[in-house]
């Protein structure tokens, strides 16, 4: 179960809408004490990687996100620092469901192998994933739905989110 605060729900929003038509990410951690999220935006570097080294990065900002590794592991050192962890993660889908695909599973298998059996690399991570619509369907641009998802021990689930006021 995700806890969030709606203003930070309200800037999610805003940052997905904003950079469409690329997807947005974000990381979410919290204190020591666990409770509602801390949301960091983040920079979706996918669509500089992608125009750089097209071969090693097939997809641009429109179907992927990748957060700049080293601006991740600040958000963690800072939130470990402070007793908490990194708690989760969001990004959007542009002109799509709000599900968690395939890419999406897959990259939460970086350093454990699912082949072997093992949990992803951090099961207690949540994924919060927003859709957007917009131009490229000639649509106004709105956000349809959000869907967060975690780990249930065999599969990613969906779980609830809990908007906080
Ligand atoms: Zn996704």
Known sequence: MLRIARNDVGRIYAQVLEEYPHECCGILSEGAEGGICVVHVCENIQQRRHEEDPERYPRDARTAYLIDPVEQMR???????????????????????????????????????????????????????????????????QINAHKCFAWDGSGYAETGVEIVD
């Open 75 to 141: 958000i963690s050192e800072e939130a470990e620092k402070a007793g908490g962890r990194v708690s989760g993660f969001y990004h959007s889908h542009i002109d799509c469901e709000a599900y968690f695909s395939e890419e999406d599973e897959r990259r939460t298998w970086i350093f454990n192998r699912r082949e072997a059996g093992e949990e992803p690399d951090d099961p207690d991570a949540l994924y919060l994933v927003v859709s957007a619509d917009g131009e490229d369907t000639g649509a106004k641009r």
